[in-house]
């Protein structure tokens, strides 16, 4: 049932803007005005996506508590997700790693957020023609200046070449480089997914890591069991986004091992809330879905 509704919804990244970044910009800002600062969200440019009524909605609780009751777990995912990829964003920087590549980076603000501490990272932000256009003119139209570092590529995952479309814009495939894949691989067909990481494996330098978040497969095959599931489902259907890839429970390790990666660090939902989800005082933020997992592997050498 699940799966038929998925199949009448083509992808509409290539006519419009991707809703899915828009409700990832949504969580990002209503996570900013959490009261405890253990969890409130870091990113105060997420709000300049926003459509102007919502973000005039959003500073009632009634709005804020209506999108966070609609699809359960998934704020509390962004929350600590935010503060996954924000780490390993600053380590990057700190350890000088030459670039670091978005791929999928919808409203992704973190070149911008942390432009201080970048001293020589070249960034490279890839996301669909459409939703580039409408971000850059938002940033223009909020006089946010885009950091030198920044570099906007264009490009459909499913279609073009990542290896033309990067060297194009100026990616130098000799040196190391940090790939951030949030929030992505579940929109991507499997053979996007093996092609993705085979490019990484061959066009980037040693010691060159990837980090991405990823589905069940069972959960991406219709299993509504899981926490908030037939919510994500419902609203997913709608804006024509359907999930495509997943993988097994426990099977991280020799999925990617089969794509040339070590996994440098894994986390199941169980071990994501204990890591993220928790204040200093033991206070828990709220349970997050039970099917999404977090990993960070590194191309064997
Ligand atoms: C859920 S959003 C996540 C965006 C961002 N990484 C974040 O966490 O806010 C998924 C992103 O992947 C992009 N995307 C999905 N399929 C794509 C494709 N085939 N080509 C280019 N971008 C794609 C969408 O445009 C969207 O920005």
């Known amino acids: 049932m699940v799966e038929a509704a998925q199949d009448t919804k083509q992808s509409s990244i290539d006519r419009k803007a991707s809703q899915t970044a828009m409700f990832a910009a949504i969580y990002r800002h209503i996570a900013t005005m959490e009261k405890n600062t253990s969890f409130r969200g870091p990113d105060g440019l997420a709000q300049l996506f926003l459509p102007s009524h919502l973000r005039f909605l959003l500073r009632f609780s009634f709005a804020k508590r209506s999108i966070i009751n609609k699809v359960p777990g998934i704020y509390e995912y962004v929350i600590a997700r935010t503060k996954f990829f924000?780490?390993?964003?600053?380590?990057?920087?700190?350890?000088?790693?030459?670039?670091?590549?978005?791929?999928?980076?919808?409203?992704?603000?973190?070149?911008?957020?942390?432009n201080e501490f970048n001293l020589q990272t070249k960034i490279f932000e890839l996301d669909s023609p459409y939703l580039q256009k409408k971000k850059k003119a938002i940033i223009k139209n909020n006089n946010l200046s885009i950091p030198d570092q920044l570099n906007?590529?264009?490009?459909?995952?499913?279609?073009?070449?990542?290896?033309?479309?990067?060297?194009?814009?100026?990616?130098?495939?000799?040196?190391?480089?940090?790939?951030?894949?949030?929030?992505?691989?579940?929109?991507?067909?499997?053979?996007?997914?093996?092609?993705?990481?085979?490019?990484?494996?061959?066009?980037?330098?040693?010691?060159?890591?990837?980090?991405?978040?990823?589905?069940?497969?069972?959960?991406?095959?219709?299993?509504?069991?899981?926490?908030?599931?037939?919510?994500?489902?419902?609203?997913?259907?709608?804006?024509?986004?359907?999930?495509?890839?997943?993988?097994?429970?426990?099977?991280?390790?020799?999925?990617?091992?089969?794509?040339?990666?070590?996994?440098?660090?894994?986390?199941t939902p169980d071990e994501f809330e204990k890591a993220y989800l928790y204040d200093d005082k033991g206070s828990f933020k709220g349970k997050m879905n039970d099917y999404v997992c977090h990993v960070h592997a590194r191309v064997q050498s």
């Open 152 to 267: 906007f590529v264009p490009i459909n995952f499913n279609n073009e070449d990542l290896e033309t479309v990067l060297s194009k814009a100026g990616f130098d495939k000799f040196k190391q480089t940090f790939f951030i894949w949030e929030g992505v691989t579940q929109y991507l067909p499997e053979q996007t997914i093996k092609d993705t990481l085979e490019f990484i494996k061959n066009n980037s330098g040693p010691g060159s890591t990837v980090a991405f978040d990823y589905f069940y497969k069972s959960f991406v095959d219709g299993n509504l069991d899981f926490y908030g599931a037939k919510e994500l489902y419902k609203s997913v259907n709608k804006v024509g986004e359907p999930f495509k890839f997943g993988i097994d429970e426990g099977g991280i390790d020799s999925f990617l091992d089969g794509n040339g990666f070590d996994v440098l660090a894994n986390y």
């Open 86 to 114: 924000d780490d390993l964003f600053l380590k990057a920087l700190e350890d000088r790693i030459p670039q670091i590549v978005f791929l999928g980076a919808g409203y992704d603000t973190r070149a911008i957020r942390f």
